[in-house]
Each structure stands twice: as structure tokens, then as C-alpha cells.
Nanobody, 120 residues
């Protein structure tokens, strides 16, 4: 399985962006899909995660501002980011924790990352 993320860019404080991440391959099933981010000189951190049934969990720092969703038919996860602040600046990575692909179990799959920069 491969993950292709898109939607990053430069936005002013208070603005919005929508990230997308599509999984490709002979996918039979995907468990949790999530978004992580890594700012310069900081560790990668969980932003939001969504289960195959739609249960969600968010980092406290993004609750009320970010919304994660997924389209199981398209094997795609989205992250709607509103009220963006400079501290949201980071490379955002999508992740699949477990997938069944071509009859094999794949664990811990990462996308290539997309840069989000919040600056005036």
C-alpha cells in the first residue's frame, strides 16, 4: 500500500487548509488512518486519528479547529484545518496503522509528508 498526501501550502493565521491522503494498492481493509506532524527540531506528534468505523481522537492543541474524516470507498483520509496558527506550521504525514493488502498485513505505513506553513 502507498499513501499520497496533498493539500499543504502557505496560509495566513486564521486561515484554513484541507489535507488529503489517498491509499493505493490492492487494499482489502484499513484499520486506523491518522495525521501526524513534525515541526523543525521537534518530535513527530499525533494530530488526529480515525478508525474504520469513524471514531475520532484529536490532540488537545487542535480540538475544535481540526476535523478528520475518511472515505472508505476511496481509501482516503482528510484533515480540515481551520483557525490555523503559526504553531501549526509543520510537515504533516498521513499514516495507516494496519492494512490488509494483496492478502498480506502491512503495519505502520507512512505517506511522504506535506508542508503546512502558517505565516503572515
Amino acid at each position: 500500500v502507498q499513501l499520497q498526501a496533498s493539500g499543504g501550502g502557505l496560509v495566513q493565521p486564521g486561515g484554513s487548509l484541507r489535507l488529503s491522503c489517498a491509499a493505493s494498492g490492492s487494499i482489502f481493509s484499513i484499520n486506523n488512518m491518522g495525521w501526524y506532524r513534525q515541526a523543525p527540531e521537534k518530535q513527530r506528534e499525533l494530530v488526529a486519528i480515525i478508525s474504520s468505523l469513524g471514531s475520532t481522537n484529536y490532540a488537545d492543541s487542535v480540538k475544535g479547529r481540526f476535523t478528520i474524516s475518511r472515505d472508505n470507498a476511496k481509501n482516503t483520509v482528510y484533515l480540515q484545518m481551520n483557525s490555523l496558527q503559526p504553531e501549526d506550521t509543520a510537515v504533516y504525514y498521513c499514516n495507516v496503522d494496519r492494512a490488509v493488502v494483496g492478502g498480506l498485513v502491512r503495519l505502520g505505513v507512512w505517506g511522504q509528508g506535506t508542508q503546512v506553513t502558517v505565516s503572515s
